[in-house]
């Protein structure tokens, strides 16, 4: 399956909302009817930390300016006000078909 | 609360093996599958395939077949991905994160591979 994100690269000024696309080539969609697709953000030299699962729930710990929305196919991660600590790299995962794909990454950046 | 605490870097030759380790903790070791993903240097992550760590059963993407095996220490709560026959385009950070949800990752073992 693959996962098309984009952009690759977002600059922003802090305070700026911003969004992210995450498209998959084929439904995420289970069987169970839950659609697998998570959103995980990567600071440089860090572990990536999970932020959204099944599209739209967020982990505990997670503040609620972000937000995941969307179905089947077609996703979107978005923050209302970027804060500092949100710059970095985010990703999407596909976990519905094996094998698992995620998406090549957002560079959320300064302008 | 709920940690994944992985082993040290490693420096290896072309050839050799390799056995990194994934400790839980804070959560029932057996309730959760455990995934293993590669981050080559600069580069996005990579799924490499999981292990169902009730029933030690393995599943690996078809990139992550042959030199790599994934086994349990349940006893331990440890997860380990053993790479044989390392390759230069091994070079990469490993890390272990916690199914169903991906909730939990591990810090991550950076593995050289140079001659």
């Known amino acids: 399956v693959l996962v098309t994100q984009t952009p690759s690269s977002l600059p922003v000024s802090l305070g700026d909302q911003a969004s992210i696309s995450c498209k998959s080539s084929k439904s995420l969609v289970h069987n169970n009817g839950i659609t697998y697709l998570a959103w995980f953000l990567q600071k440089p030299g860090q572990l990536p930390q999970s932020l959204i699962h099944?599209?739209?729930n967020r982990f505990s710990g997670v503040p609620d300016r972000f937000s995941g929305s969307g179905s089947v196919s077609d996703f979107t991660l978005k923050i209302s006000r970027v804060e500092p600590e949100d710059l970095g790299v985010y990703y999407c995962?596909?976990?519905?078909?094996?094998?698992?794909?995620f998406g090549a990454g957002t560079k959320l950046e300064l302008k | 609360q709920i940690q994944l605490v992985q082993s040290g870097p490693e420096l290896k030759k072309p050839g050799e093996s390799v056995k990194i380790s994934c400790k839980a903790s804070g959560y029932t070791f057996t309730d959760y599958a455990m995934h293993w993903v590669k981050q080559a240097p600069g580069k996005g992550l990579k799924w490499m395939g999981w292990i169902n760590t009730y029933t030690g059963k393995p599943t690996y993407a078809d990139d992550f077949k042959g030199r790599f095996v994934f086994s349990l220490e349940a006893s331990a709560s440890t997860a380990n991905l053993q790479i044989s026959n390392l390759k230069n385009e091994d070079t990469a950070t490993y890390f272990c994160?916690?199914?169903?949800?991906?909730?939990?990752w591990g810090q991550g073992v950076m593995v050289t591979v140079s001659s």
């Open positions: 995962l596909q976990y519905v078909h094996y094998p698992y794909t």
């Open positions: 994160a916690r199914g169903l949800q991906w909730s939990h």
């Open positions: 099944t599209v739209s």
